[in-house]
């Protein structure tokens, strides 16, 4: 017995700043959307159950677990992810994740960067505490993080 075709879908949403059209399952997941259709594999899947942040990326600037997203719900919306991140916080987050040795395997480095952009631009002057709290859903199985803290905490205004 064959198995029935899957539910395809014509998804319509902004990449990176680029209007995309794609065609889907119904049941792809943002995560695989953007790897196997678009090609944007700087987004890790990690987990696939939505705990580690390795698959972070904004959602109409909102950070979002793409690997429990269904790329269906991002229909008309704008994504982000680590290969579209840009300008000078940007650019000062990789100089200062480089200098305080915040990476290691890398595995972790795309969520870790886009999710430390939204703390940045939410709480610009954020404090250690606050740091090691609003990162505490982007796991890092190499660094134990001290890296991570002060690379983040050396681009604050505080």
Do not use: W
């Amino acid at each position: 017995m064959n198995a029935p075709a899957p539910d395809l879908i014509d998804l319509e949403l902004t990449v990176n700043g680029t209007a995309r059209q794609v065609r889907a399952e119904a049941r792809t997941s943002l995560c695989d959307l953007l790897r196997d259709a678009l090609h944007l594999t700087g987004t890790h899947a990690g987990c696939e159950h939505g705990v580690c942040g390795a698959c972070t990326v904004l959602l109409d600037g909102q950070p979002v677990r793409a690997c429990i997203t269904l790329a269906a719900a991002c229909e008309g919306r704008a994504v982000t992810t680590v290969e579209g991140l840009s300008g000078p916080l940007v650019d000062r987050l990789r100089a200062a994740f480089h200098a305080e040795h915040a990476l290691q395997c890398g595995y972790c480095t795309p969520g870790m960067l886009v999710s430390a952009v939204d703390l940045l631009e939410r709480k610009p002057e954020a404090g250690e505490d606050e740091i090691r709290r609003d990162m505490s859903g982007n796991l890092c199985r190499c660094t134990g993080y001290v890296g991570i803290v002060r690379a983040i905490r050396s681009c604050t205004r505080g």
